[in-house]
């Protein structure tokens, strides 16, 4: 069964936190990528304390001045955070806010603490109970305060549902928790919010979402998210998408391109190896339904055990340095042969 594996904080502080005509797509989201890396042109915030920050900085001072370099690739754009669940969202997602309104920035975040969470798999927990999950996204919301934000809501939850892999018992409440996070967070007059939709490989007739996505408040928010943690190519995710859109009233949608440079490896879902950086963070992504490229999924931390990674959302160096070093052209012995499974994988403010 596909699964998303996401990036999620260890703890609740700054830092340490834990997817037109397709030839259109292709070839502006190269170019788009080109620009961002040449002249680091992107609205969204960058953590200057994030694992990847951190990690250059040892390696420099151990005299692995290309290892560095490389993965301030990763480093030197900005990618979602991720407040962890069971703990006060506030104080992570205010730090991240006030620091991004500073520079004039965009933060980006992922709320991702639905009761049930992702089916008991490697990011199985969540809120307690549906009043739980209410004070939870009450609190993200009131920490962003009037900061421009840009939220992405609750990836897997949907998805799930409609694969059946959530108990149908669960669904209901699922969808009004979502619908009525949307509203919450709409309420913040800087905040931007994207419903997840899952990826093009996991249900792959859209059309199955857009029920879910009405009863979950899609209506009132931007758009909705696609490809998050996974590695479908912009070109897939793109044509997806629009298909999606169309049957959602010309709804805005935004693409995960943190790990699909080399698009996805067949029938492995959990810390592919030989994948590479996507492109980067940018708005400008030549199709004017498409809202925006982001790294959601955080580079560099793992998707669970397996393949020889940590536990999921924690950062793995190994695996951060070989997807910068695929996305510029260099080569290294492969990791282990990730876990195979017979499934496979799955107007902003800033205008």
């Not at 993965?71 to 991720?82: E, F, G, M, N, Y």
Request: glycine fraction near 12%; charged fraction near 20%; aromatic fraction near 8%.
């Amino acid at each position: 069964m596909p699964r998303l594996i996401h990036a999620f904080a260890a703890l609740a502080v700054l830092g340490l936190a834990a997817g037109c005509s397709s030839r259109a797509a292709t070839t502006s989201g190269a170019d788009a990528g080109k620009a961002a890396y040449a002249a680091g042109s992107s609205p969204f915030w960058t953590d200057p304390e994030s694992p990847a920050a951190r990690q250059a900085q040892l390696w420099q001072r151990q005299g692995r001045g290309q290892d560095a370099e490389l993965i301030r690739r990763i480093a030197d754009q900005p990618v979602a955070l991720w407040p962890a669940g069971g703990t006060d969202p506030a104080p992570m997602v205010r730090a991240a806010a006030s620091a991004a309104g500073r520079e004039g920035k965009t933060a980006v975040f992922a709320a991702y603490n639905i009761p049930h969470r992702d089916c008991g798999g490697h990011s199985a927990g969540g809120a307690a109970d549906a009043n739980a999950y209410r004070e939870w996204i009450g609190r993200f919301a009131d920490a962003l305060g009037e900061a421009e934000a840009l939220v992405v809501l609750e990836p897997d939850a949907l998805a799930h549902v409609v694969d059946g892999c959530t108990p149908r018992e669960y669904h209901a409440e699922r969808e009004q928790l979502l619908g009525e996070a949307v509203a919450r967070l709409k309420q913040q007059p800087g905040t931007k919010v994207y419903l997840d939709a899952g990826n093009a490989a996991w249900i792959r007739e859209p059309d199955k979402l857009v029920e879910p996505l009405k009863r979950a408040g899609i209506e009132r928010a931007d758009g909705f998210a696609l490809n998050v943690s996974n590695f479908e190519t912009t070109e897939v995710t793109t044509e997806y998408g629009v298909r999606l859109a169309g049957a959602l009233g010309g709804k805005h949608f935004i693409i995960d391109t943190s790990r699909n440079g080399n698009g996805p490896l067949p029938g492995v879902w959990c810390n592919p190896p030989g994948r590479a950086l996507g492109t980067p963070p940018t708005t400008g992504t030549g199709e004017p339904i498409v809202d925006a490229f982001l790294w959601i999924k955080r580079p560099g931390e793992s998707d669970g055990t397996c393949g020889g990674g940590p536990a999921a959302g924690r950062w793995w160096p190994e695996y951060a340095l070989e997807l910068a070093r695929k996305r510029h052209g260099l080569t290294r012995a492969p990791l282990p042969a990730a876990t195979r499974r017979g499934a496979a994988p799955r107007s902003p403010p800033w205008t």
